[in-house]
């Protein structure tokens, strides 16, 4: 058999919403968040639309000349993104007032602060940095395109345009609502989670929300593993996570329709190996090993040593957070990286 661990929710009970649009809705509850849907396996997109007209960036977010913005709703909600050479950065909105555009804090800071070498939000001065934003998401009004979706939280629908051939009362449609399909840690890193074999399994729809916090997705390099924000903060997001570990083994395993990274492994961990498994359709990165403050340690406990990544099919990561990597590691040593 092929066991499935997943984190979805199956959407049913669709009625068309709005003729007009072809606009189907059904009901999720109100308090279900998710950055991803899938229809018939297939991921579909959260609403977008372009840099709004006669956008200037101001100490708190934007003015704008689009009169249209201030009428939209769940304003804090939506998500200004922008490409940034090898960053992608996302910023969530506070509120729309009239031409002014408020966004949240720290996620604005932490953005506009972005480190040498830098390209903070809304641009350093080089040429392709010219437009504010690259586009806007997570908009009701914006919904338009076959394949779109939005979630309207606080009144708990989902709502989708399907794609040519979908049928909305036999399409197998999934919204992932969990974050961690494992979450596995050793006690402290003298006695470390162990000897543990995961084989033939299917990891498959798992959701990230911290983009959608206040803290949004400052990318500083590498996408989710290093974000600009305080130390204390989390740093990385594995849907499957092993911290303080020591000889698990992954071998023969898919990992496909998740939020964040595929795999991360950080923070002192020995002889683990990640062999012949399949990862595919993932937001973030394919495979983390290795904490972002492990160069700075004399404790043998707390290294990153001897893994072995092997024979691994990585395919579509970065499909939401375009600058995350197939496999990253940091402060490793005696690695074995091969033929992936």
Not at 45 to 67: C, M, N, Q
Request: charged share 15%; net charge negative; proline share 5%.
């Amino acid at each position: 058999q092929t066991p499935i661990i997943s984190g979805g929710m199956t959407v049913t009970g669709w009625s068309l919403f709005d003729s007009t649009k072809n606009i189907y809705r059904a009901s999720v509850g109100t308090g279900i968040n998710s950055r991803q849907f899938y229809v018939n396996g297939v991921r579909a997109a959260r609403t977008r639309g372009p840099s709004p007209a006669g956008l200037t960036k101001t100490s708190a977010g934007f003015t704008t000349t689009d009169s249209t913005m201030q009428s939209w709703r769940n304003q804090s909600d939506i998500e200004f993104v922008e490409r940034s050479t090898w960053k992608h950065l996302r910023c969530p909105v506070s509120s729309i007032v009239g031409s002014n555009i408020t966004m949240q804090t720290p996620a604005w800071t932490n953005e506009a602060t972005s480190p040498n070498p830098g390209h903070p939000f809304n641009g350093n001065g080089l040429k392709e940095m010219d437009a504010p934003i690259t586009w806007v998401e997570n908009v009701y009004e914006l919904l338009a395109d076959p394949g779109q979706w939005y979630l309207d939280r606080s009144a708990g629908y989902i709502y989708y345009i399907p794609r040519f051939g979908e049928n909305m009362t036999t399409a197998t449609a999934v919204l992932p609502i969990v974050e961690k399909l494992i979450d596995a840690s050793g006690g402290s890193p003298s006695t470390p989670i162990h000897n543990i074999v995961f084989s033939g399994i299917t990891f498959e729809y798992a959701t990230w929300l911290w983009p959608s916090s206040s803290q949004g997705y400052a990318d500083n390099q590498a996408g989710i593993l290093w974000q600009n924000v305080p130390a204390t903060a989390v740093k990385a997001m594995g849907n499957i996570s092993f911290q303080t570990s020591k000889s698990i083994q992954l071998t023969g395993n898919t990992f496909t329709h998740l939020g964040g990274a595929a795999l991360d492994f950080a923070n002192g961990v020995h002889n683990n190996t990640i062999q012949g498994n399949v990862i595919r359709d993932i937001s973030g990165g394919g495979i983390s090993l290795g904490g972002v403050f492990d160069y700075n340690t004399t404790d043998p406990n707390q290294m990153t040593d001897s893994n072995v990544i092997k024979d691994n099919y990585i395919a579509r990561i970065g499909t939401e957070y375009e600058d995350a990597v197939g496999i990253w590691v940091g402060y490793s040593q005696k690695i074995v990286i091969q033929y992936n």
